[in-house]
């Protein structure tokens, strides 16, 4: 088993960017031409890029781009993971705001992608989604950061 | 959908940081303030920080930092995922090493945060927590990378 | 609480690799060796440490490298939280095709590891691991990525 080596060089730039993204209850929103059209814009050929949901009741994922029953199924997998009713202390913000969290902790808020030649290495059947875990339509911050060269 | 680019700009230095963590058994210790503090501290104000928790039966979460219930329900939730007794051949390190291990590969090791104008962009409600899964107290280690300018 | 800083200094270079691992079956393989020799072998002492995942159906995991037993708990552990049967709608790519999506969910595609004095600042019991989410052998694509110096 061994890694073998795509590039080398140096590394002189970076650059940051943010995303503002206007959800409509709980779902899956794309978010990868967006961000990989930004990419492309900053020049960065080579180098690391980071993904960053500024929030406790959204988060991100990388999952598969072709059949929208599997984001369906997703979904459901979350309501099943963290339930709406589960005897919860904090119910203050309602009955959908701590599954959000739970959901939120499983799937997580940070992402990061290394960038070849030019483009994400995603591979051929990922895209870059953020979930939106409340009720009620959101907007939702999104922090990108590229690093290299 | 189009992504707003913040900064552009060099790419100098880099700093690595350690802290140790002493906890009391299940729970979340907050360490937003002493990140926060340490970055401020290495004078980089663009960049990327990276936290690395060096376990494998406790983790690291970015969750709300408002409402002390949201904690207690997350330990809940914890312990629904991963309960205490669920037929595990992994035994010998006791009844809450095992549920430990599962609670930590479901919340993660890692986190990445951009640093933007010399903080980090963390959303408002959001805070940096380290989750010990064990019963006893232990003192854990968290590494911190900096890299920017 | 107070971060102890490890190291300062000038940020030079980056390289990015490739690994194709072939499993087979559900399982974890460890990629630990291959992965330290080839952060060794860049020459890079210290910086960032980043592995990615390429697809949507297998996952990356820290976990423990002592006892082969936690790793089969891992596993059903795994089939508790994403069952093999669940009424999913998605199942034109076979029974173990939507439980491999939301284990990967669960479980992430992206680590950042800090490196420091030439080493990964993995913990003594943290092992890096490719997980095989689907029932039949397949090649895995896992991308790397290291900035410093």
Redesign the interface.
Known sequence: ???????????????????N?GTRGPGLTE?T???A??VS??GIR???L?V?C???SASL????NA?P??R???L??FD???PRS?????T?EGPDD?PA??R???????????V?EGRM???T??GIYLAEHRDRPHRR?V???L???
């Open positions: 088993m061994r890694i073998e080596t795509l590039s080398e060089g140096g590394i002189e730039r970076q650059a940051s960017g943010r995303l993204v978010i031409d967006a961000v059209e930004w814009g900053t080579s180098g690391l980071t960053f500024r929030h406790t994922l990388i999952q598969e059949d029953d599997v369906r199924d997703l459901t997998a099943r993971l963290a589960a005897g919860y202390v904090h203050t701590m969290h739970i939120t902790m499983i799937s997580g808020v940070s992402l990061s992608i290394p070849v290495t995603l591979g059947w990922q911050d922090i990108f950061h690093i290299g060269s």
